[in-house]
């Protein structure tokens, strides 16, 4: 019975920490857009090919300033 008197106390004080925590991370927009970055790891970031024809150009400039 004793504990009880430690327990709900630190039960409040935990719900308390929590209940601002979650404030925190909404007020910083942690919680704004939940789908995007699903959607954004799927989307290329350049066509194939132009990084292909770009890799050519500058291979052909890089051989000829070598010789």
């Given amino acids: 019975m004793e504990s009880l008197y430690l327990l709900i106390p630190l039960s409040v004080v935990l719900v308390f920490a929590i209940g601002v925590a979650f404030w925190w991370s909404v007020r910083n927009g942690q919680f704004d ?20 024809g770009a890799a050519t150009a500058k291979g052909a400039e890089e051989g000829a300033g070598e010789k």
Avoid at 34 to 49: F, K, Q, V, W
Wanted: proline share 10%; no cysteine.
């Fill in 33 to 52: 857009d939940l789908e995007g970055p699903a959607y954004r790891i799927l989307m290329d970031d350049e066509l194939p090919g132009k990084r292909d």
